[in-house]
């Protein structure tokens, strides 16, 4: 099974400040990683497939790039409603994998 | 527009087995695969098994000795059965078409 290293477990931002999750995996994904926001008691949302691709309705203030096996996602102008946990999954071999996800609180 | 919605026991007993039905609409289960993915409290996602669009079955091979996916497309349902409960077992469990569209989960408890 491909591993998903996804960090840091947790961050703390400002409203409007960028930040950015990383997520490495054990071996080449080739672009084949999607991520996820979850606020608490709700199902996953997911925001990115195919490292880069903004899924219908969420804002350009999200973004994904990468290649290989490294990837990130990054907020820019981080809003109340971008308080959540965030997940990279690659699907690019079965099983599919998740990372183990970074909170994203207030400072 | 598509949706999913997952239902079954809120409860089992511990060594029971664990029904759960994913009614989908809005789209079709012979076009598009269902995936059921599961989240302890607190802690991250897990992906169990899916449904491929023409039948074929997969599974997370720590499940594999557990766990049954079928469907009804007459319905328009996804089956998940996994038996020998835990108490780790605990958690929301999703399904979900393409890991793209998702239900909004339903917790299962084990205990006694």
């Known amino acids: 099974d491909i591993q998903m290293t996804q960090s840091p477990p947790s961050l703390s931002a400002s409203l409007g400040d960028k930040v950015t999750i990383t997520c490495q995996a054990s071996?080449?994904?080739?672009?084949?990683i999607a991520w996820y926001q979850q606020k608490p008691g709700k199902a996953p949302r997911q925001l990115i497939r195919?490292?880069?691709t903004l899924v219908s309705g969420t804002p350009s203030r999200f973004s994904g790039s990468g290649s290989g096996r490294d990837y990130s996602f990054s907020i820019s102008n981080v809003e109340s409603e971008d308080i959540a946990s965030y997940y990279c999954?690659?699907?690019?071999?079965?099983?599919?994998?998740f990372g183990a996800g970074t909170k994203l609180e207030l400072k | 527009q598509v949706q999913l919605k997952e239902s079954g026991p809120g409860l089992v007993q511990p060594s029971q087995t664990l029904s759960l039905t994913c009614t989908v609409s809005?789209?079709?289960?012979?076009?598009?695969?269902v995936h059921w993915v599961r989240q302890p409290p607190g802690k991250g996602l897990e992906w169990m098994g899916r449904?491929?669009?023409?039948?074929?079955?997969s599974y997370n091979s720590a499940l594999k000795s557990r766990l049954s996916i079928s469907r009804d497309t007459s319905k328009n349902q996804v089956f998940l059965k996994m038996n020998s409960l835990q108490t780790d077992d605990t958690g929301t469990y999703y399904c979900?078409?393409?890991?793209?569209?998702w239900g909004q989960g339903t917790l299962v408890t084990v205990s006694s």
């Open positions: 999954l690659q699907y690019d071999n079965l099983p599919p994998t």
């Open positions: 449904m491929r669009y023409n039948g074929d079955t």
């Open positions: 195919y490292t880069s």
């Open positions: 071996q080449n994904i080739n672009k084949y």
């Open positions: 809005g789209f079709s289960l012979t076009s598009y695969n």
């Open positions: 979900t078409r393409d890991l793209t569209y």
